[in-house]
C-alpha cells in the first residue's frame, strides 16, 4: 500500500492513518493476505514502541514508502527489536540495494509501458525476458518490471544489448543489472552501460564474459 505522509495537523495525520488502514482492509481479500497484514501491523507497533519520535520523524521522510520501512528498521534499537541475528544489517543492506538498482537510470517500465515503447505486445516483451533478451525483475502478481535503460527511442533496445546478456546468461537478472550499472575498473571505471551507449560493444561483450565465466565457475 502507498500513504502519502504528511507533516503538519494531528488532523491530517490521522486522516492518512484512516486512509491507509481502509487500503490495507482492501487490499487484505484473501486469510493469507489477512494473516501477513495481522503479523505486520503488530511489527510495526513494536517499531512505534521503540523508536524515539525524531527517529520516526526521520523516516516519514523518506522517499517511498518503502523506503520509510527500510530506514527504521536500519536503527540500531529496531535491529535488537528484529532478533534475526548478524544477518539483519546485511539483509537490509541487501533490500536497500535492490532498490538502488531499480531506481536507477531512470527506474523501471512496466510491462505495458515497456510493450508501447516497443511497440509490441505484453506477451511479445514477456517472450523476449522469456529468452534472455531483456532484463525483467519479477514483481509478484504485478508482473515483471523493465529498468528503463535498456530502452532506445531509435533501435528499441539499447544496441548490443541482447549480445551482453547473452554473455550474462549465468547470472540472475538481478546480477545482470548490477552488472550493468555499476562502474568497473575493467572498463576504466566506467559503468557497462554507459560503454556500450557509445559504441563500444566488443569491450562490454569481453567484461560479461568474464563475469559470466564467474558465475558458470
Same mark, same amino acid.
Given at each position: 500500500?502507498?500513504?502519502?505522509?504528511?507533516?503538519?495537523?494531528?488532523?491530517?495525520?490521522?486522516?492518512?492513518?484512516? *486512509?491507509?488502514?481502509? @487500503?490495507?482492509?482492501?487490499?487484505?481479500?484473501?486469510?493469507? !493476505?489477512?494473516?501477513?497484514?495481522?503479523?505486520?501491523?503488530?511489527?510495526?507497533?513494536?517499531?512505534?514502541?521503540?523508536?524515539?519520535? $525524531?527517529?520516526?520523524?526521520?523516516?516519514?521522510?523518506?522517499?517511498?514508502? =518503502?523506503?520509510?520501512?527500510? %530506514?527504521?528498521?536500519?536503527?540500531?534499537?529496531?535491529?535488537?527489536?528484529?532478533?534475526?541475528?548478524?544477518?539483519? !544489517?546485511? !539483509?537490509?543492506?541487501?533490500?536497500?540495494?535492490?532498490?538502488?538498482?531499480?531506481?536507477?537510470?531512470? $527506474?523501471?517500465?512496466?510491462?505495458?509501458?515497456?510493450?508501447?515503447?516497443?511497440?509490441?505486445?505484453?506477451?511479445?516483451?514477456? !517472450? @523476449? @525476458?522469456?529468452?534472455? *533478451?531483456?532484463?525483467?525483475?519479477?514483481?509478484? *502478481? @504485478?508482473?515483471?518490471? =523493465?529498468?528503463?535503460? %535498456?530502452?532506445?527511442?531509435?533501435?528499441?533496445?539499447?544496441?548490443?544489448?541482447?549480445?551482453?546478456?547473452?554473455?550474462?546468461?549465468?547470472?540472475?537478472?538481478?546480477? %545482470?543489472?548490477?552488472?550493468?550499472?555499476?562502474?568497473?575498473?575493467?572498463?576504466?571505471?566506467?559503468?557497462?552501460?554507459?560503454?556500450?551507449?557509445?559504441?563500444?560493444?566488443?569491450?562490454?561483450?569481453?567484461?560479461?564474459?568474464?563475469?559470466?565465466?564467474?558465475?558458470?565457475?
Amino acid at each position: 500500500m502507498s500513504v502519502s505522509i504528511q507533516h503538519g495537523t494531528s488532523g491530517g495525520s490521522a486522516d492518512n492513518l484512516s *486512509r491507509a488502514l481502509r @487500503r490495507l482492509q482492501e487490499a487484505s481479500d484473501s486469510a493469507e !493476505k489477512e494473516a501477513f497484514a495481522s503479523r505486520a501491523l503488530y511489527a510495526i507497533a513494536r517499531l512505534l514502541d521503540t523508536q524515539e519520535a $525524531g527517529t520516526l520523524l526521520a523516516a516519514t521522510g523518506a522517499a517511498s514508502d =518503502y523506503d520509510v520501512l527500510l %530506514q527504521a528498521l536500519e536503527h540500531p534499537a529496531a535491529l535488537r527489536m528484529l532478533d534475526a541475528g548478524p544477518l539483519a !544489517k546485511a !539483509k537490509l543492506r541487501g533490500l536497500r540495494y535492490r532498490e538502488l538498482l531499480m531506481n536507477a537510470e531512470g $527506474g523501471t517500465y512496466s510491462s505495458q509501458e515497456a510493450a508501447d515503447v516497443l511497440g509490441l505486445t505484453r506477451q511479445a516483451v514477456d !517472450k @523476449r @525476458r522469456r529468452s534472455g *533478451r531483456l532484463i525483467g525483475l519479477s514483481t509478484g *502478481r @504485478r508482473g515483471y518490471a =523493465y529498468p528503463a535503460w %535498456q530502452f532506445d527511442q531509435q533501435h528499441g533496445t539499447v544496441p548490443g544489448l541482447e549480445a551482453v546478456l547473452a554473455d550474462l546468461q549465468a547470472h540472475d537478472p538481478w546480477m %545482470q543489472l548490477s552488472f550493468m550499472v555499476n562502474p568497473t575498473p575493467y572498463l576504466a571505471d566506467r559503468t557497462p552501460l554507459d560503454v556500450l551507449r557509445a559504441g563500444e560493444v566488443e569491450a562490454v561483450r569481453r567484461t560479461a564474459q568474464a563475469f559470466g565465466e564467474q558465475g558458470a565457475a
